[in-house]
């Protein structure tokens, strides 16, 4: 049997989005089955900055998109953000040690063929369309996450 992990990442914020996806590369490399489920703040990960489109969508949406994240390099810092100067220098002190922005986790973790999901509810209430979204996100329901969670060695929130 195939050790399986699964993250369900509710965060939206960079350095937390970091961890969930430096693990999910790390139990690849380890052939361990991954699974990320992105639930409400954790869908801003997984957005396509050149795809956002307010096509068919009502005001709040409309606000809402405009005012979100518009991807993996635009997340902020769950602490010491301070308008955007913490993320900078954290970013910075990144570049300085020569390691990966969170950009590349993700094209790694897709490369590695992590299986990514998304919320059905959560896209819908936060007004985020499917074509917005990375192509490897399957859009699915929380029983269907649950099922597979249940099946799996690890469970991890971030």
């Not at 969930?20 to 361990?32: C, H, K, S, T, V």
């Not at 020569?98 to 490369?111: D, E, Q, T």
């Not at 859009?139 to 269907?144: E, F, Y």
Request: glycine share 6%.
């Amino acid at each position: 049997m195939q050790d399986k992990m699964n993250l369900l990442m509710f965060s939206g914020e960079y350095d937390k989005a970091m961890a969930g996806l430096i693990l999910a590369n790390a139990a690849r490399e380890l052939d361990i089955e991954v699974t990320m489920f992105f639930a409400f703040w954790g869908l801003w990960l997984v957005r396509e900055p050149d795809k956002i489109s307010n096509e068919d969508k009502s005001l709040y949406e409309k606000m809402f998109s405009r005012f979100s994240p518009k991807g993996a390099e635009d997340l902020p810092l769950s602490n010491m953000n301070f308008s955007g100067l913490g993320k900078k220098l954290l970013v910075d002190m990144i570049d300085d040690h020569h390691a990966p922005h969170v950009i590349h986790f993700l094209k790694g973790a897709r490369k590695k063929h992590v299986k990514f999901y998304g919320c059905k509810l959560s896209l819908e209430i936060m007004g985020f369309k499917e074509e917005e979204l990375i192509p490897e996100l399957e859009i699915v329901d929380a029983k269907t996450y649950l099922k597979g969670a249940l099946q799996s060695n690890m469970q991890l929130f971030i």
